[in-house]
């Protein structure tokens, strides 16, 4: 069984729309994260939900919402798409905020 | 905040070499992450690691708080073992917002 489940796993998209990318996690963790890797391979934390409230809020454009439905789902949606959206985008859950993370397989996100 | 650096970054061993990767930051922790992110894109934690040393089969990692440094080991390595380690600390001392390193890619050749 997939322990953090992401999709899609691809997503290609005109600039101007709107889309959303979701996470599930099977582990029963409390916190939920989503991340940026740009086309460096840099690594950067958008956002943290423990127990569905938001504890990390880092400098992300306002077009991108989070959403918790409950603790088990974390979903990502984007207004209007930019071409420096593209990038891959991580979720990632753990039981705490100090424990060990673990990852989705990241979904690629292409901005024509 | 905290500034994370990594070396070297890109490295390309033989098989059967050891392999030492270095991290390293400037604000005290409560614990350090290394993972591993595979040629394919899928990112697994290896160890998070708070003092001395842990041991996971060929990996070894260590952490001296003092001097805030911290290394990956790889005995024996592998092709398979081909991929980007990275490392993460908390951006400050008891906040667990991650700052992550650029990462170390390294291939192994057979």
């Known amino acids: 069984d997939t322990a953090v489940s992401q999709t899609p796993k691809y997503l290609v998209t005109q600039m101007g729309n709107d889309k959303s990318i979701k996470c599930e996690q099977n582990?029963?963790?409390?916190?939920m994260y989503w991340y940026k890797q740009d086309s460096k391979k840099f690594l950067k934390i958008m956002f943290s939900?423990?127990?569905?409230?938001?504890?990390i809020n880092e400098t992300v454009p306002n077009r991108f919402s989070p959403k918790s439905p409950d603790k088990a789902h974390l979903n990502l949606h984007i207004n209007s798409l930019e071409l420096g959206d593209s990038a891959v985008y991580f979720c990632?859950?753990?039981?705490?905020?100090?424990?060990?993370?673990?990852f989705g397989d990241g979904t690629r996100l292409s901005i024509l | 905040k905290n500034e994370v650096e990594q070396s070297p970054q890109n490295l390309t061993a033989q098989e059967g070499e050891f392999i030492t990767i270095n991290c390293s930051y400037s604000v005290g922790i409560s614990a350090l992450h290394w993972l591993q992110q595979h040629p394919g894109g899928g990112i697994v934690s290896l160890f998070m690691?708070?003092?001395g040393k842990k041991k996971h089969g060929r990996l070894i990692a260590t952490i001296n708080i003092q001097e805030k440094h911290s290394s990956l080991h790889i005995t024996a390595s592998h092709p398979r073992d081909s991929a980007v380690y990275i490392c993460a600390v908390p951006s400050n001392f008891g906040n667990e917002k991650l700052t992550f390193g650029t990462g170390t890619r390294l291939t192994i050749i057979p």
């Open positions: 690691l708070s003092s």
């Open positions: 990632a859950s753990s039981q705490q905020t100090d424990q060990p993370q673990h």
């Open positions: 582990l029963g963790h409390d916190t």
């Open positions: 939900y423990n127990n569905k409230e938001l504890i």
